[in-house]
């Protein structure tokens, strides 16, 4: 029996989320759902059995870390990590702070998989 895990991933950029959901259904235990922004996210929250969630930074409307707070506000330990191309260092502290469980920082070099901190 393979257990599937409801991945919420939230990015505005559509090719991104596209990319990601393909990328994560690989796979198989992930079962992915997509919200091109944080308040169709938070609406998703609330009714899709969502087990862990991967959100982009820079979003119109509210960003990640606003994401992240009203997540964190009803739900303390849905695992969330932080997916973004920008790669300021006072972001990533600034996710930690309120709560993300890993940060990863797409882009880099090309054939890198760039940076992945996680909160020690």
Same mark, same amino acid.
């Not at 596209?18 to 944080?38: C, M, N, R």
């Not at 932080?82 to 260092?89: D, Q």
């Not at 882009?107 to 890198?112: A, D, K, L, S």
């Given at each position: ?48 059995? !969502?087990? +862990?969630?991967?959100? %982009? ?6 960003? #990640?870390? $606003? ?25 990533? !502290?600034? +996710?930690?702070?309120? %709560? ?6 797409? #882009?880099? $070099? ?11």
């Amino acid at each position: 029996m393979v257990l599937t895990i409801s991945v919420l991933y939230v990015n505005d950029e559509s090719t991104l989320l596209e990319i990601g959901k393909g990328y994560l259904e690989q796979t198989p235990e992930f079962a992915v759902t997509t919200a091109p922004s944080a308040s169709v996210a938070l609406d998703r929250l609330k009714s899709d059995g !969502i087990q +862990a969630i991967v959100s %982009g930074y820079p979003m119109p409307g509210m960003d #990640g870390i $606003e994401f992240l707070k009203q997540v964190r506000a009803t739900d303390k330990h849905i695992p969330v990590i932080m997916f973004t191309g920008t790669c300021r260092e006072e972001i990533a !502290i600034e +996710a930690f702070e309120n %709560g993300a469980d890993f940060y990863l920082q797409n #882009g880099g $070099e090309p054939g890198t998989n760039g940076a992945i901190l996680r909160e020690t």
